[in-house]
C-alpha cells in the first residue's frame, strides 16, 4: 500500500514556474514507477510525466518537453514535478500516481496509487 500526498499548487502569472511534490508513505516506494498527470473539470485525466524507480529515465507529454523536470528522491520518498515557463493551458488539477511497471503507463488505468490532487492556476 502506498498513500501519495501532493502539494506546492498555486497561482502564478504565466511564464512563472511551481515545483510540485508528492509525498509517499510505505517501504517500498523506490520500487514504483511515478508518474504525474493533470485533469481540467469535465475532460480526461492527461500524463504529463514519469520517471523510473531510479529516477534515471524519464518520459515526458509533448506539451511539457522542455518546460517540466520530474524528478525524485528516494531517500525522502518524493517525486518532483519542476515547472517553468507556464502558460494558461497549464492550469488543472495536477495529480501524481505509482505503477508497478515500466515503460512509464501513459494512461491512467496504468497506476495502482493516486494522490488527492492539487491545484495549479496559471493567469494571463
Given at each position: 500500500q502506498v498513500q501519495l500526498v501532493e502539494s506546492g499548487g498555486g497561482l502564478?502569472?504565466?511564464g512563472g514556474s511551481l515545483?510540485?511534490?508528492c509525498a509517499a508513505s510505505g517501504r517500498t516506494f523506490?520500487?514504483?514507477?511515478?508518474?504525474?498527470f493533470r485533469q481540467v473539470p469535465g475532460l480526461e485525466r492527461?500524463?504529463?510525466a514519469g520517471v523510473s524507480w531510479s529516477g534515471g529515465t524519464a518520459d515526458y507529454a509533448d506539451s511539457v518537453?522542455?518546460?517540466?523536470?520530474?524528478?525524485r528522491d528516494n531517500a525522502e520518498n518524493t517525486v518532483y514535478l519542476q515547472m517553468n515557463g507556464l502558460k494558461p493551458e497549464d492550469t488543472a488539477v495536477y495529480y501524481?500516481?505509482?505503477?508497478s511497471q515500466w515503460?512509464?503507463?501513459r494512461k491512467p488505468y496504468?497506476?495502482?496509487?493516486?494522490?488527492?490532487?492539487t491545484q495549479v492556476t496559471v493567469s494571463s
Open positions: 502564478v502569472q504565466a515545483r510540485l511534490s523506490d520500487s514504483y514507477t511515478m508518474g504525474w492527461d500524463f504529463v518537453t522542455g518546460r517540466f523536470t520530474v524528478s501524481c500516481a505509482a505503477a515503460p512509464v503507463p496504468g497506476y495502482h496509487y493516486w494522490g488527492q490532487g
